[in-house]
């Protein structure tokens, strides 16, 4: 299964600071898991640590590849498809975290509820 984690559950991956489901640990820790990482996270970890909005590792990047997900990068084609949403959502980090997960076929392992207005399905 393709899981693209939101930002909160990588940093629950990252750090025993944040909370992750059980349901979402056991996902993320099945063998066939293909645990994924947008850059969308880590340019909003990055803002929000500089402003002081976010405790998070510095070295984020060096621990996404420690815990073995792939890094997604941000298309203009996802970046297109968010005009396309309908605004449940107003965070734009969120709204280009679902579009990638319906683009590239992913589950998205999130513990926020708005995410289930969109077509994309949710693990938590």
Not at 30 to 46: D, F, G, K, L, Y
Not at 74 to 92: C, F, N, S, V
């Amino acid at each position: 299964m393709r899981l693209l984690l939101d930002t909160q559950a990588l940093l629950a991956l990252l750090s025993s600071d944040y909370p992750l489901s059980s349901t979402a640990r056991a996902a993320i820790e099945q063998p066939a898991a293909n645990v994924i990482c947008s850059t969308v996270s880590v340019w909003e970890i990055a803002i929000k640590r500089s402003i002081g909005k976010l405790k998070a590792p510095e070295n984020v990047i060096e621990r996404i590849d420690e815990v073995g997900a792939r890094m997604l990068p941000i298309t203009p084609q996802h970046a297109h498809a968010t005009g396309e949403l309908p605004l449940h959502h107003r965070d734009p980090f969120d709204r280009l975290l679902i579009v990638q997960a319906q683009l590239e076929g992913c589950a998205i392992v999130t513990g926020d509820s708005a995410f289930a207005a969109y077509d994309v399905p949710v693990v938590w």
